[in-house]
């Protein structure tokens, strides 16, 4: 069963200073399973957890994430202005970027950010940019064909098209991209790929890791490039579902390290660092949702009208993705009702839960949505005019801090020219 971090008597007295429809975000939870994926990792000196700025875009939670070791993995100017602001620099961001601006490669280069690369043509262009080229560049990588890990422990199969994605280098592009790099001067190379989203399976970052380590010792060789990082990116997934299980990123971390041992070591490349680029398994898990049912309508199904809508979380209207949800106070309460859990949008596809077996609900009932730490509140938009809500911390000691406040009709009109 999947327990929310609130409490029915918690949730009311937040909502009596922050009404619902909010975020909130679990303070104890977002450390221990950072220090977790650190633990994994402790064999490799040079680890880092670059946190996917995207999954989450909020100022108190990168600045825990900092705490906790984490450096930050942008892909856009704001991203990277948020970066900035909250303390990290140089060697602590990830510019991860596609089709990018020449003006976010230079305040990436101003930052000195690690840049990522994601294609040949980017290597001129950036030289053109700058006027020069970092001492450190990473390369993104995409081997073409497909992707699959075979069965997961849970009976899942992990498969993904890297030849249909816009993404990354193939082989040969990365050994020019190198090469070419050395030329106007670069030093040190990384190498990237992002291959499988949201995996559950143990296997997935030491199958990766495995064909990038044999990719870094190949051009290694065939270039004379120093590679000083691999940088795994995101993709270890979190169980939505109540009954699937869950990744053991200690595991993962000793799968990881298996093949590092297999393959660099011999290679004479037992000083590569190890990132990553995690996101989802880094919060998702740790935010919740919290809404009020304000309607119920009976019609050809039944019906929970919520005060959140597609707008707050937009994963179940865009993916059909679930998203589980505990009803507050009744979390034992026999799950004899079938319910359409709906917002208010107009659209039909505003449906946070279709035909769930959820405990009997009253208007005034406060409802927690799971599991929407990451790429929630940060795939928000505003339409039917609908406002942002608030994103609170629960900090370990009980207490709620306001990280970023609900959005008023003035922040709506700010834009328009009348
Ligand atoms: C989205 C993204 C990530 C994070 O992915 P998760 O699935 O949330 O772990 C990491 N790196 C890059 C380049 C991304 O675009």
Redesign the pocket.
């Known amino acids: 069963m999947k327990k929310p971090f609130l409490t029915l008597a918690q949730a009311k007295e937040i909502a009596s200073t922050h009404p619902t429809p909010f975020h909130i975000y679990d303070e104890r939870g977002i450390r221990e399973n950072a220090r977790a994926l650190r633990a994994a990792f402790a064999w490799n000196p040079g680890f880092k957890e670059y946190f996917?700025v995207?999954?989450t875009p909020t100022p108190g939670i990168l600045k825990l994430l900092r705490e906790e070791g984490c450096g930050v993995?942008c892909?856009s100017l704001t991203e990277l202005m948020m970066s900035e602001k909250c303390g990290f620099s140089g060697s602590e961001i990830m510019f991860?970027s596609n089709e990018t601006p020449a003006e976010e490669f230079e305040l990436a280069a101003r930052l000195g950010a690690y840049i990522n690369l994601d294609d040949l043509t980017h290597v001129d262009f950036l030289h053109r940019t700058l006027g020069r080229v970092p001492e450190t560049v990473c390369c993104r990588f995409n081997p073409g064909g497909v992707f699959t890990l075979g069965e997961s422990k849970e009976g899942f199969q992990v498969m993904d098209k890297p030849g249909d994605a816009k993404y990354g280098m193939t082989r040969p592009q990365l050994a020019q991209a190198f090469t070419r790099l050395r030329e106007l001067g670069a030093k040190r190379f990384g190498i990237h790929a992002?291959l499988a989203?949201?995996t559950i399976s143990n296997e997935y970052y030491p199958a990766l890791a495995r064909l990038l380590f044999q990719t870094a010792a190949d051009v290694a060789k065939e270039t004379g490039c120093h590679i000083a990082f691999i940088n795994l990116?995101?993709?270890?997934?979190v169980p939505y579902r109540p009954d699937q299980g869950t990744n053991d990123i200690a595991v993962i971390g000793e799968g990881v390290r298996r093949a590092y041992e297999e393959i660099l070591v011999p290679a004479g490349m037992g000083d590569v660092a190890i990132f990553t680029?995690?996101?989802?398994?880094m919060l998702a898990p740790f935010g919740h949702l919290v809404t009020t049912a304000v309607h119920e309508k009976h019609i050809y199904k039944e019906y929970i009208g919520v005060d959140a809508c597609a707008a707050n979380l937009m994963r179940p209207a865009v993916y059909g993705a679930y998203h589980h949800i505990t009803v507050l106070g009744k979390e034992d309460a026999p799950c004899e009702r079938v319910y359409d859990v709906v917002g208010s949008l107009c659209e039909n596809s505003d449906k946070f839960a279709i035909d769930r077996a959820l405990p009997e609900i009253e208007v005034g009932d406060i409802l927690v949505i799971h599991d929407t730490g990451?790429?929630g509140f940060s795939m928000g938009y505003n339409y039917n005019g609908k406002l942002r809500s608030a994103e609170l911390l629960l900090r370990e000691d009980g207490s709620v801090e306001l990280m970023r406040r609900a959005e008023t009709p003035e922040d709506y009109f700010a834009t328009l020219i009348w």
């Open positions: 996917a995207k999954a993995d892909s991860s992002f989203s949201n990116s995101g993709g270890v997934g680029e995690l996101g989802r398994f990451a790429h």
